[in-house]
């Protein structure tokens, strides 16, 4: 599995809790700036980035486990200034309620100038965690020309805007819809001659389905006497409060009698169950540790780490000494984007470079 270097907010990760409890949670767009990161623990506090140069709308989205991954397109004038592409942040809300920054990431010197003269079109995917929260939605921003392998599910051909099928091509649908029997659909030909394959057209199939459906489920409007109601939250309107038993706090989940109710976020983030935070663990690697010949390998004992952790993140310890600074994050920098974890040990990789010194970082995030 991966470990990525991208963070959640502690705003973020009060958006996952709730969502975690079935509340929807929508990513709205990917922030770029040129903001410097002064340590890692600021992370957590941010609100926004240090100094957003561009807003970026989310085009694509592809959900894989507990990962989404986000993609945008950059674009900018060729008349706008040129920055270092050192921060990016992804934004989420909850219904009408204010967006927040949910994860965040910065690559210090190591990101790229933009220069917009030059071409600022990019292409920026993002991964981030959003556990087993089953309603995740995008707000997705369409493209003029969207190239046909970015589209999701799509078919391998066109299909015509109008068709037919042989009844026994709907034998999936009818099998699902036991009920649903010849006469509720409209045959093209005449089914009275039965020499005449039934066919049926597409709407004729919509308007049967939604009749079924109909039928089965109860009617919108009904009556109920209060004896019949055991549980659920009774309107203003109704007569009722307008919402749960509930007073304050944070709610964390419940088992259909009975809540969790903590008084704080972070305590809420402590004991919810889907969720249990690992670490901070400080590990030091070895500059002679390094095996290989390019890319350079090294794995450090990990107590408690398991091959199956993909929501734990490596960044560098806070280092006062100016000059043992330079060495740290010139160490750092040689470190490829993901590392693999195994069963209590992480592995991590350098591609281009072979760090020269021994350096520490910090791993620490949260099991799902």
């Excluded at 037919?164 to 819809?177: F, K, N, R």
């Excluded at 409007?221 to 309107?237: E, K, Q, R, W, Y």
């Excluded at 390998?297 to 993140?313: K, R």
């Amino acid at each position: 599995m991966s470990v990525s270097q991208m963070t959640m907010t502690d705003a973020g990760k009060q958006l996952l809790a709730r969502a975690l409890v079935g509340t929807e949670l929508n990513f709205t767009r990917i922030a770029v700036g040129d903001g410097t990161l002064t340590s890692q623990g600021q992370i957590a506090g941010l609100t926004g980035l240090i100094h957003q140069v561009v807003s970026v709308p989310i085009t694509t989205r592809q959900r894989k486990g507990s990962v989404v991954t986000l993609r945008g397109e950059l674009a900018m004038s060729a008349d706008a200034a040129s920055f270092r592409w050192r921060e990016q942040g992804v934004f989420a809300q909850i219904g009408n309620e204010a967006e927040v920054l949910y994860a965040y990431i910065n690559f210090y010197e190591d990101g790229e100038i933009v220069k917009p003269a030059d071409g600022a079109e990019r292409t920026i995917t993002v991964s981030v965690a959003v556990g087993d929260a089953s309603n995740v939605t995008v707000t997705l921003v369409p493209l003029e020309n969207v190239d046909w392998s970015r589209i999701e599910n799509a078919p391998e051909t066109y299909p015509p805007s109008a068709h037919s099928h042989e009844w026994s091509e709907l034998a999936a649908i009818a099998a699902d819809l036991s009920e649903l029997a010849d006469a509720d659909l409209i045959p093209v030909a005449d089914a009275s001659d039965a020499e005449q394959p039934k066919r049926t057209t597409w709407a004729a199939v919509k308007t049967a389905i939604k009749t079924y459906m109909t039928e089965i489920f109860a009617a919108a409007t009904h009556n109920h006497d209060a004896s019949d109601i055991t549980g659920g939250t009774l309107p203003v309107s109704r007569g009722g409060t307008g919402r749960s038993t509930m007073t304050s706090g944070y709610f964390l989940r419940g088992n259909g009698t009975s809540a969790v109710i903590l008084s704080s976020a972070t305590s809420a983030r402590q004991a919810m169950s889907a969720v249990t935070p690992v670490g901070p663990i400080t590990v030091t690697l070895y500059a002679a540790s390094w095996s290989g010949s390019g890319p350079w390998t090294q794995q450090v004992s990990v107590s408690g780490v398991t091959a199956n952790d993909n929501h734990l993140h490596v960044y560098p310890v806070d280092v006062t000494d100016a000059d043992a600074r330079k060495l740290y994050e010139a160490a750092y920098g040689c470190l490829a984007a993901q590392a693999d974890t195994l069963a209590g040990a992480i592995k991590f990789t350098c591609r281009d470079k072979k760090p020269e010194t021994n350096f520490q970082v910090i791993i620490e995030g949260g099991r799902v």
